[in-house]
């Protein structure tokens, strides 16, 4: 069993400029829900049935307390950078202004990064829209995407001079689909005539904010964080492939392609009227803004056959797999990196989330937790060999510095590699953290 992670001799991900990372959301690890204004995700997570141990985020890890701890802890891994969330409803009032006790709190946090080196990537949306837009229609309502511009202008001028990088969303993919389109994450609005509308304000709400973010932040490296799961088809079938390749532009391509080539891909035509985006005059303009980076975001991939009713269907996943279910195939990562920079010119490339949820055990406070050094040891491997093939990555942040609120899972997904005991808050850095932070102070 592996205890150590390691890379060829010559890689260029032992370089001291390559950038190493932990990163985490606002609302799986703030708390401090007292202090903000509500969320979807408060919403739904007092909503019976939605989240599998009746959990929320009102505590979580108490990050909003503990955060200067939590500086120690990643200052002790000897990290490059930390990535980090803002909470959209924790710096803007209902009335659009600024306010002071929120962004006082994320300018704490990014003095303290800056004292110690850690460079601060900051996403601007993950995942926790302010409740009294949605109960305005959310991203159902084009006007939403113009409120997070106004909310991006704002803070990017309170937070001058601390931030290295500026991510407008994470993975509008599942804001998009799981949230407007499946209704398995907040707000749990189920219905194929939602989902794309949803993805096109979500890519215009980007697209405003890069604007903004261009304007009034032009030293940062601003850009975008998607997520991929990358389509392998169930058998060489010309049927199977199909089915793939549809699922593929529908789950994955839907989202780079418009910030890449201005435009959706083709299936769009083929999606009946009511599911189709509504795009108005200079839209595919706004969400083509160049960018400084591109955030990918890989976990597994998914196998999709034929379906006569359906235009694929997804395969149950294949082993082996983490404790969330999702099949450890890190051959997808190489082949969905090097794949897109033949589809797309791209800017540089950071790994923003990669990471596993296994059931780990703490033991005379310990948690070895070799399936997971196995798990980052591969999918390293697997950023590697795209590199070797001329794919340009600077950047890898492990998934998650530490365990927390893993969305419908509640708690009960750990993926941090540092442990967390909910009744205490006491942290323990896991065996994959100092694994991580040995392989980050050997370069
Ligand atoms: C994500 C999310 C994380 C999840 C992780 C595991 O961006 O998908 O950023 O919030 O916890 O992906 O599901």
Request: charged share 20%; with cysteine.
């Amino acid at each position: 069993m592996q205890a150590t992670l390691s890379l060829p001799s010559s890689s260029t991900m032992l370089n001291k400029n390559f950038i190493y990372g932990v990163a985490t959301a606002s609302f799986q690890i703030e708390g401090g829900a007292a202090n903000r204004l509500p969320c979807i995700w408060d919403t739904f997570c007092n909503t019976p049935g939605k989240v599998l141990d009746n959990s929320n985020g009102d505590v979580a890890c108490n990050h909003y307390n503990l955060w200067e701890k939590d500086i120690e802890l990643i200052d002790s891994l000897g990290v490059d950078a930390y990535r980090l969330s803002i909470s959209w409803p924790r710096v803007m009032t209902q009335s659009g202004d600024l306010n002071p006790e929120g962004v006082h709190y994320y300018l704490n946090i990014l003095k303290r990064l800056k004292d110690k080196n850690i460079k601060a990537f900051v996403t601007l949306y993950h995942w926790d829209l302010p409740q009294h837009l949605e109960d305005n229609g959310g991203w159902l309502n084009r006007e939403t995407a113009y409120k997070f511009q106004e909310y991006a202008d704002k803070i990017s001028i309170a937070l001058k001079g601390y931030v290295h990088s500026y991510a407008t969303l994470n993975e509008p993919f599942c804001s998009a689909y799981l949230g407007y389109e499946a209704g398995i994450h907040a707000p749990g609005i189920k219905g194929k005539e939602y989902g794309k509308k949803a993805a096109h304000h979500l890519l215009l709400a980007h697209g405003l904010a890069m604007q903004v973010l261009t304007k009034n932040s032009p030293n940062t490296s601003n850009g975008i964080v998607l997520n991929f799961t990358p389509a392998y088809p169930a058998t060489d079938s010309a049927a199977d492939k199909a089915a793939s390749d549809y699922a593929d532009d529908y789950f994955n391509q839907w989202y780079a392609k418009p910030l890449f080539d201005a435009q959706y891909p083709s299936i769009n035509e083929q999606l009946p009227k009511d599911q189709q985006p509504v795009i108005f005059k200079d839209d595919m303009e706004i969400i083509s803004h160049p960018l400084d980076f591109l955030g990918v975001n890989f976990y597994t991939r998914a196998v999709y056959s034929h379906d006569d009713n359906e235009k694929f269907k997804e395969m149950p996943a294949r082993e082996p797999r983490t404790d969330i279910g999702w099949e450890i195939y890190p051959d997808a990562f190489t082949a969905l990196l090097t794949s897109l920079n033949e589809k797309y010119i791209l800017p540089p490339i950071y790994i923003t989330e990669n990471g596993a949820a296994m059931a780990d055990k703490i033991v005379d406070d310990e948690v070895l937790d070799n399936d997971r050094i196995s798990y980052y040891q591969s999918h390293l491997n697997a950023v590697h060999c795209a590199i070797e093939k001329g794919v340009n990555v600077q950047g890898y942040f492990a998934w998650s510095l530490m365990d927390n609120f893993e969305w419908a899972e509640g708690y009960t997904k750990r993926f941090g590699i540092v442990y967390v005991n909910y009744e205490t808050q006491k942290r323990t850095i896991k065996a994959s953290g100092l694994a991580y932070k040995n392989l980050i102070s050997n370069r």
